[in-house]
């Protein structure tokens, strides 16, 4: 007679419950630390994407990775127990006395008593006992039976400082992963290796291409040759593809006296991210951040007519703006950075078909670069917005039917938009599924007002152009964060430092090696030849750490036919070709810049 098996709880699988689930982790994290360190002080313990974290105070005692594995293990022992969380509304004084020797927790509660918010806290309890006890807001789940013990994992520790203030004692966060199921887990477990071996800091130094020296600067990028090369590349068929596409390039001083940061808005509303001002004479001086009101003054640099408008001005602007040293991330997060900015400056009749065409042109770029996998938001008025409303309702409909027009899905992000204006963002699909922020496409209503931009119009009469804010590839240091991750630093052909390696099986073939070395170079292709005294097998295999895209062999065959045998990377294939149709082949897979309707 078969045992009948035991139910397992039936888990919806939605994005509220699992956030019930990271939350009641973190909790259960934090019962298991206070087991083994009853002294420790708590932060705070919130759900992020894939996981959750929870923030500790060890005083003077030292703590490394090695304490994961034990305390995940602990924790499975409380999931086992089938523990309780149980939610009360509290009173200040009672939370005050709970945690009266929290130090955090009791900071957080005079700040919901400012802001005069309601005091839950939740304990987490066997059977009557309990076993921690939190000031939380929730939601968790009701019991830890419906948690599987296999589908988390605790991750890493990091420094955190309290509130993100650098001001702030140093804390100690632990991360973890979870999902709904153990194959959930092992997929991302999966993902994370990958990404490890895409990260973009890693192959930047393995190839050569780009550092950092904390230093002399944290978050400053230094470009070395290799690297400089594939800038160099970017910036040509940029360069390239926005004068076919009716945009004049133009470059702007890097500082600005605080008078024009008074009247752009950004000494108001963005002084946190500027830098401190330096003296010249007797006015001061601001580090840019942003290239917008030096556009602008280009603008009124003479009187305009609608004759001369829609005006498309880009420039690759390098620009500074403070970030905290805990958020600075290779190149997707640093302190100075040269953004692809251009402003289009308009007409109302005109803003439709700009918006067309400026959001072709974005697509047109991204896709270049070898993204094809896209997703759209559009960002529309917030609380607090200015301009009229007559405006706003016609640059939302011009950004929403040019979406439509490209047949391409998009979500709206309700209120997501500027103060100044709504927008597009464009969001990029790499190797790994994984989304990279790059277009951005922005009205303002607010920069034009405040600079009194003018055109005269048909009837004689002065009117206010509308302005568009637009970046295609964000910053040329994230985007090209983003190109090391997605291609593994197996760039494409046009983008790669050395596209072509030689390899002479002996030194009687190196002359024939470096004549071959000269005629591809005169076509404008980039060859190296390796005659090292290495085996021609290590030297294959250096080629293919290096990820050339060509590798070609050569011998007493091949000095006789004048055929090459061409190596293409990832393949063990050897192709007979002359050069001639190899020099055909190569040049096929440099892009032309287009004009985009």
Known sequence: ??????????????????????????????????????????????????????????????????????????????????????????????????????????????????????????????????????????????????????????????????????????????YGLAFHTKEELNDYLHLLEESKKRDHRTIGQQMDLFSFHEEFGPGLVYWHPKGGLIRVLMENFWREAHLK?????????????????????????YRENMYSPMKIDADEYYIKPMNCPFHIQIYKSRTRSYRDLPLRWAELGTVYRYEKAGVLHGLLRVRGFTQDDAH?????????????????????????????????????????????????????????????????????????GAFYGPKIDIKV??????????????????????????????????????MIHRALMGSLERFFGALIENYAGAFPFWLMPIQIKLLPVTDKFSPFAYKLKDKLENEGLRVEVDDSNETISKRIRNAEVEKIPYIIVLGQKELESGNLPIRERGSKEIKLISPEAFIELCKNQIPIPQKIQ
């Open 1 to 174: 007679m078969k045992q009948a098996r035991s139910k397992k709880p039936r888990v919806k699988k939605s994005k509220n419950d699992i956030e019930k689930i990271r939350h009641s982790l973190s909790h259960l994290l934090a019962a298991a630390v206070l087991q083994l360190y009853p002294n420790v002080k708590f932060g705070i313990g919130p759900t992020i994407e894939n996981g959750f974290y929870y923030d500790f105070d060890f005083g003077k005692t030292k703590i490394d990775e090695s304490l994961l594995p034990k305390l995940e293990k602990m924790m499975k022992d409380l999931i086992g127990r089938n523990l309780k969380f149980k939610k009360e509304i509290v009173s200040y004084a009672r939370a005050k006395k709970i945690f009266r020797n929290q130090p955090y927790k009791l900071e957080l509660l005079e700040e919901f008593k400012k802001q005069k918010k309601p005091l839950t806290i939740y304990r987490t309890l066997y059977g009557q006992k309990e076993v921690f006890v939190d000031l939380c807001a929730g939601p968790h789940v009701a019991s830890t039976k419906i948690i599987d013990k296999e589908s988390f994992k605790l991750e890493k520790l990091a420094g955190a400082y309290w509130k993100g203030d650098e001001k702030n004692a140093m804390l100690t966060r632990i």
């Open 245 to 269: 596409n009716g945009y004049g390039i133009v470059f702007t001083p890097h500082i600005g006296k605080s008078d024009l940061w008074k009247i752009s808005g950004h000494l108001n509303f």
């Open 344 to 416: 289009l400056i308009c007409t109302p009749e005109q803003m439709p078909s700009e918006i067309k065409k400026v959001l072709n042109f974005s697509l047109y770029i991204l896709k270049s670069f070898g993204f094809n996998d896209f997703s759209i938001y559009l960002s529309t008025k917030p609380k607090g917005s200015i301009g009229p409303q007559k405006h706003w309702n016609e640059a939302t409909h011009a950004l929403e039917r040019a979406i439509q027009t490209s047949k391409l899905p998009y979500k709206i992000d309700k209120g997501g």
């Open 429 to 466: 699909k790499d190797a790994l599924d994984r989304e990279w922020q790059c277009s951005t496409i922005q009205f303002d209503f607010n920069m034009p007002e405040k600079f009194q931009m003018k055109y005269t119009d048909k009837n004689g009469k002065q009117q206010q152009p509308y």
